[in-house]
T-cell receptor, first 116, second 113 residues
Framework: DAGITQSPRHKVTETGTPVTLRCHQT?????MYWYRQDPGHGLRLIHY???????DKGEVSDGYSVSRSKTEDFLLTLESATSSQTSVYFC???????????????FGAGSRLTVL | QKEVEQDPGPLSVPEGAIVSLNCTYS??????FMWYRQYSRKGPELLMY????GNKEDGRFTAQVDKSSKYISLFIRDSQPSDSATYLC?????????????FGKGTLLTVNP
């Protein structure tokens, strides 16, 4: 997965409990992202980061917070999980400076979260 | 209107068929166009990307961009069962805001042996 590790890969939790998902990269890329993927909705951006301690909201940020204290780690926290947050969560890094000038996203393997 | 529209399918074809996958978009500022492939229970992986208008070919895959119609296509020739996956289109602008990609919802393709 091109230097991206997500943990845990699977988690089952109960409504109201806090959950933290971790994304770790080994390639020192500036931009990191958290997406969720649900049937009928595709990939939706939750939060992204453009540097240490620099984060911004995506289109579905309510109920989620993020932190980036080190370049290589981007954490996604559900303060009080709800059943509507049952989803597959993908971390991604942005690789810049490709041959054509395009910036491309490289995704992790995903974290499957079930909130009962 | 969504910025990027993609028919979710599902699309089922016999092995060897030519497959056409399409997206339309509304933002004329999009300059980079990408196709991602996602196998079941895996993360999306970049398949191809093009800049501005034109065609790009890579083996059995051809990506086409028609900026005048705001329409992009991915063609798969001689489709194989291993091509069975969800295909997502993605787009971004050039310049300072090109760190944000806008995705289509994906088209589920099944190639039957």
């Amino acid at each position: 997965d091109a230097g991206i590790t997500q943990s845990p890969r699977h988690k089952v939790t109960e409504t109201g409990t806090p959950v933290t998902l971790r994304c770790h990269q080994t390639e020192n890329h500036r931009y990191m992202y958290w997406y969720r993927q649900d049937p009928g909705h595709g990939l939706r951006l939750i939060h992204y980061s453009y540097g240490v301690k620099d984060t911004d909201k995506g289109e579905v940020s309510d109920g989620y917070s993020v932190s980036r204290s080190k370049t290589e780690d981007f954490l996604l926290t559900l303060e009080s999980a709800t059943s509507s947050q049952t989803s597959v969560y993908f971390c991604a890094i942005l690789k810049t400076g490709t041959n054509s000038g395009a910036n491309v996203l490289t995704f992790g393997a995903g974290s499957r979260l079930t909130v009962l | 209107q969504k910025e990027v529209e993609q028919d979710p399918g599902p699309l089922s074809v016999p092995e060897g068929a030519i497959v056409s996958l399409n997206c339309t978009y509304s933002n004329s500022a999009f300059q980079y166009f990408m196709w991602y492939r996602q196998y079941s229970r895996k993360g999306p992986e970049l398949l191809m990307y093009t800049y501005s208008s034109g065609n790009k070919e890579d083996g059995r895959f051809t990506a086409q961009v028609d900026k005048s119609s705001k329409y992009i296509s991915l063609f798969i020739r001689d489709s194989q069962p291993s091509d069975s996956a969800t295909y997502l289109c993605a787009m971004s602008v050039s310049g300072g805001s090109n760190y944000k990609l806008t995705f289509g919802k994906g088209t589920l393709l099944t190639v039957n042996p």
